[in-house]
């Protein structure tokens, strides 16, 4: 059975893109029902939310109590999400007041310990009155959780509907990594030839993009180095260049970290750098010097730490495959290796089939988000 979602919609003008919220949440997997307000309805119409949510809109309470229903102590929903809620809401949510659809339901959610997130919208010093931040804070001592909005041009505006579906993903996931701490090293890597041009190898840091987020929504704390693929959601620092990654890497888990997942394409090679930029009009030759392994280095630095390794391979077959990753596992002794099938899952595809080797082994095939969430579960 789908998770419900009740979508509280409050009068802001930021509704206007409850729309679209409603239809990605459904497209997430979730089933959608719509709450709103008489305000609201002012500026987004009943029949459209209707027809996003596939469900007849909640504009009043009634003899059947759908309050209750939804979010009494065995309610059919599994989350009220309030997107946009405005200061009048928040206030009224904050003094137990509901005398309105969407404070009812929100009363009776509190009271039932259901979760239910908040997702602020109004001009910038509505959403500076200390009153509103007061009780803001008041809510979240509640367990109520807040989703920030985006500061910009006077306004707090509605965050995104990206970063509203991941808070209701990581509010409603298992938290099979609560506790833990995760550094993830993604994306492509450079070698300097000259002050111009670099070596570097292909990659898109999607399936890292997706184990980062995957391991956030189980409520880890997760930090992100790298380029390529990444999303607002997450604690992220940009690096391009190798040299810089292994500095950054090494240093970052100083702070003790429980596991590291490392799919970055870095050069196996290290060059002598030429001064300035090489003339284009003459052929010149380099010299590639292989280099030390980051992860041995990290293995060496932190022998307890959970290495979670990927390897791209280019092979016959899937058997040759497993003896490749199942020897490479033994060797350095990772907690775990992901090897990439180079023929079926080539450099920037979103998706493909991958063999997770470690105690327990498994091919693995599907979208890099399935396949991150795959991994989550194997470890």
């Known amino acids: 059975m789908k998770p419900l979602i009740v979508l509280g919609v409050s009068g802001s003008i930021a509704a206007v893109r409850s729309f679209d919220l409603c239809r990605e949440l459904r497209r997430r997997g979730f089933d959608v029902q719509v709450v709103m307000s008489n305000s609201a309805r002012n500026i987004i119409t009943e029949q459209s939310l209707e027809f996003a949510s596939g469900r007849k809109v909640i504009n009043s309470i009634s003899g059947k109590i759908e309050h209750v229903k939804f979010f009494g102590k065995k309610g059919m929903a599994a989350l009220l999400l309030i997107a946009p809620a405005t200061a009048n809401t928040i206030s009224k949510i904050a003094m137990g007041i509901d005398d309105t659809p969407i404070t009812t339901f929100a009363t009776v959610a509190i009271g039932s310990s259901k979760p239910v997130l908040l997702a602020p919208a109004m001009h910038g010093p509505m959403y500076e009155h200390p009153i509103v931040l007061e009780n803001l804070a008041k809510l979240e001592k509640h367990g109520v959780r807040v989703i ?8 707090a505006k509605l965050a995104s509907i990206e970063k509203i579906i991941f808070e209701v993903q990581k509010e409603l996931s298992e938290g099979k990594l609560d506790g833990k701490s995760v550094l993830v090293a993604s994306g492509a890597f450079c070698e ?4 111009v041009r670099v070596l570097t190898n292909l990659s898109s840091g999607k399936i890292g993009n997706e184990i980062a987020l995957e391991c956030a929504m189980q409520k880890a704390k997760v930090k992100l180095i790298g380029n390529g693929a990444m999303k607002s959601e997450l604690d992220f620092e940009e690096v391009v260049f190798a040299d810089e ?11 003790g970290y429980d596991y590291f997942f490392c799919p970055a394409s870095i050069p196996d090679f290290k060059i002598k750098k030429f001064e300035g930029k090489i003339s284009s009009e003459k052929q010149i030759s380099l010299t590639l010097s292989p280099q030390e392994k980051l992860l041995t280095k990290v293995s060496k630095k932190a022998p307890k730490l959970k290495i979670i390794a990927f390897k791209a391979l280019w092979a016959k077959s899937r058997s040759e495959i497993e003896k490749i990753a199942s020897e490479y596992l033994k060797k350095n002794n990772f907690f775990a290796l992901v090897a990439t099938d180079l023929k079926k899952s080539p450099v920037g595809s979103d998706g493909g089939e991958f063999f997770f080797c470690s105690k327990k082994s498994k091919w693995i095939i599907g979208k890099k ?8 579960e194997l470890i």
């Open 245 to 255: 990654l292994e500095e950054k890497v090494l240093k970052e888990l100083q702070k």
């Open 148 to 155: 920030a909005p985006l500061e910009e041009e006077g306004k």
């Open 369 to 376: 988000s399935e396949i991150a969430k795959k991994i989550i």
């Open 192 to 195: 300097k030839i000259d002050d």
